[in-house]
């Protein structure tokens, strides 16, 4: 069906579609995208409970469910980004708390950004090249992937979306500023990176257009709203730097690659290299001797596209600060591109190429089903669980990385009556019966712990992503000496990117 609509809509150029009766033509259009659009959400809701909730999602989780003081304190301690979600997680979290209901908000999130997609690249372009780009967002691993995870990569992607679409509106209207200052100054609060998005937007307007266009007002007042709008993250970032993000090791070519395989749709080498040329031909009008009126247009996707990956990339030289999901915001960039260059090929081109990318990006899509592709799931669902049945009162339970408290806690709250006189207290990070902010950040106090643990008949340990190529790391190998010396027997069972240790 849709692709009976997309090649009616396809074969009207961008000039013959005035001629045709625009009610039909809205009408098909319409059914299109509706069309698209369910896909997306069959496509996104699929599976969605059936992985664990892995280390990152059981700290949203946990900070979502923190009160109002804790919630501020650790936002400013350590967690300020994604804080936009955070705050809606928190009362999404009301009405549910299963797997599935906790991931549907993102995609909630997720679905909403195909629409968005098609009236950005119908404003940028027209019609069918929006309904084409909304098609490959529909399909696209990368996108569904983190369209089911509690995260807030795509209301990020959401946003940023929204954010472009009123940055072109406001050259209509100059009142349409204001709703892209909310959305581009809450883009920023679901995720840091997403000023890069702004940076890019200003170098269009700096660059791109004439300068009557760029030096209006309008705009100043637009910059300095949101500058000051987002100032709290920007002096965040100044007194913290990127301590929190540390662990994020220096990419190579090889990383690189995978990142170009996962924005293209986890395809493989042949749907990376076809949206790649695709994405190069829908560039092709960018060329100074090719200039078209769609000039400006497609220079500011390949800004946003490129400007972000390419400017964290030189920045990782000196700190890494590459990773591939902070850069899915770039993704409806790239598919606008593509969309561009598909509709410009030959007709007996384009329906043929669409359907060899759609096929190889649902293989991509069915493959993340079965097996991640962008991290290491650790599987708090089977480690909590079998704590939680081998559990008996009087147990200690230490952690050693503080944040691993999140995630099982979360499972502890699944189902914590059918285990409450046998779940284990614990020690460590612990400071009262809820979790506060000080439990993500406390280090431990080997002291302390050395004097509490003897009076626990037996002693739990779990280590998260614990070993180095020498051995445990430092706090692993102190946490265990502590619990050896206490009790000399110990079991050992392994989970995905989890050992627990039980010693009794």
Known sequence: MILLEFSGIASLSRYDKYRVNPTSESRLTTSALVVITTCAAALRLHALGSKTLWFDEGVSVAIARLNAYNFLRILWRREANMSLYYALLHIWLWMGTSEA???????????????????????????????????????????????????????????????????????????????YVVLSTLAVYAHFYSLLLIAAQYLTLRYLLPKSVSSEAVWTRAWK???????????????????????????????IWNFVVLMTGHGGAVLAIAIGLLAIRGAYDAVPNYSTADDWRVRFLLIWLLFPILFVLLLSIFRPLFLPRYFL????????????????????????????????????????????????????????????????????????????????????????????????????????????????????????????????????????????????????????????????????????????????
């Open 329 to 504: 915001f770039c993704l409806p960039a790239l598919l606008l591109l593509v969309a561009s260059g598909l509709c410009r090929l030959r007709a007996g081109w384009r329906i043929p190429l669409l359907l060899l990318c759609l096929a190889l990006s649902l293989r991509g899509t069915a493959g993340y089903y079965t097996q991640d592709f962008d991290n290491e799931r650790d599987d708090w669902r089977s480690a909590s669980n079998y704590i939680l049945q081998h559990a008996q009162p009087g147990d200690a339970l230490l952690f050693h990385v503080p944040m691993g408290r999140m995630p099982y806690e979360y499972y502890v709250s699944l189902d914590e009556k059918s285990f409450s006189p046998s779940v284990p207290m614990v020690l460590y990070p612990y400071h009262g019966p809820r979790v506060t902010f000080l439990d993500f950040v406390e280090k431990p106090d080997y002291a302390r712990l050395s004097d509490a643990l003897p009076h626990h008949p037996r002693i739990w340990v779990v280590l998260s992503h614990a070993k180095t190529p020498s051995g445990l790391d430092r706090v692993g190998t102190s946490l265990t000496s502590l619990a050896g010396a206490a009790h000399a027997n110990v079991q050992q069972n392994a989970f995905n990117g989890i050992d627990v240790l039980l010693y009794q």
């Open 225 to 255: 709203a949101i500058a000051i709008l987002v100032s709290p993250i920007l002096i965040f970032v100044a007194t913290t730097g990127a301590g929190p993000l540390k662990w994020i090791p220096r990419p190579g070519l090889k990383d």
């Open 101 to 179: 209901f906790v991931r549907s908000l993102s995609v909630i999130f997720g679905v909403a950004t195909i629409p968005a997609i098609y009236y950005l690249g119908r404003r940028l372009f027209d019609s069918p090249t929006a309904l084409i780009a909304a098609t490959f967002l529909s399909v696209n691993a990368f996108h569904v992937c983190y369209s089911q995870e509690a995260r807030s990569y795509s209301l990020m992607v959401l946003l940023c979306v929204l954010s472009t679409l009123y940055f072109l509106k406001t050259f209509e209207n100059s009142r349409n500023s204001r709703i």
